[in-house]
């Protein structure tokens, strides 16, 4: 693929092309350095279908491969299936987690915030206790999702006390922490599920540190 794009490249560069150009450059191309076999394949596309059709299904069936998905989808299953079990009873581990890759834990954890309904909050106390890790993790897309996931609880005792550490993990308070920096991919919904647990707790963190923050993201954030 890559000799096509150098080809491509070099024989439209500082041009602005029409896609009835690109199509015969393409066709041109693999007509000349790929034979009648990739010309084949070409000939297969729905060039019609996939330039000019409509709706929301596309031309072609895409199949994804969901190896790595499937093992947190696996997981978030089984603790699903472990509603009826007391805490005191359960039989995960951090070892759960030991394969899994830093996109795996975030699939894990979305996954987990899709859930109807959600595992009640005696379930939600021992992940944080078994997968510890998701208290402290310096990703900051895992720990975002934890606190999400954490702070939406209908335990709202359990909730309220995390909103604390919540609070102190975006504002960059957190003892070792850097902080977010008002990063509003983190800083906003973060607050926002911080207020609907502790309105009084989220407004006092942002008003002391509000100076901290990027002008647009403090302003987005006070709506």
Not at 51 to 66: C, F, I, Q, R, S
Not at 135 to 148: D, H, L, M, P, V
Request: aromatic share 14%.
């Amino acid at each position: 693929m890559l000799p096509y794009l150098k080809d491509y490249v070099n024989t439209f560069r500082g041009q602005s092309i029409r896609t009835d150009e690109w199509q015969k450059h393409l066709f041109k191309y693999f007509s000349e350095n790929g034979g009648q076999e990739k010309l084949d394949i070409l000939n297969k596309i729905d060039f019609e279908a996939w330039l000019h059709g409509e709706g929301l299904d596309l031309p072609a069936v895409v199949e994804y491969d969901t190896t790595l998905a499937q093992k947190a989808y696996d997981l978030v299953k089984a603790w699903s299936d472990s509603r009826s079990t007391p805490p005191s009873d359960l039989k995960f581990s951090e070892s759960d987690l030991k394969e899994f890759s830093s996109n795996q834990i975030v699939v894990f954890l979305e996954t987990l915030q899709s859930l109807s309904p959600p595992l009640p909050g005696s379930h939600l106390r021992y992940m944080g206790e078994t997968y510890s890790s998701f208290n402290t993790t310096g990703n900051a897309e895992i720990r975002s999702r934890w606190y999400g996931l954490i702070l939406a609880s209908e335990d709202t005792d359990f909730a309220r006390e995390f909103a604390e550490p919540a609070a102190k993990w975006v504002v960059g308070t957190e003892k070792g922490s850097t902080g977010l920096k008002g990063r509003m991919k983190f800083c906003r919904p973060g607050f926002k599920s911080i207020h609907k647990v502790n309105g009084d707790l989220a407004v006092k963190y942002f008003e002391a540190n509000k100076q901290y923050f990027h002008p647009i993201a403090a302003k987005l954030i006070s709506k």
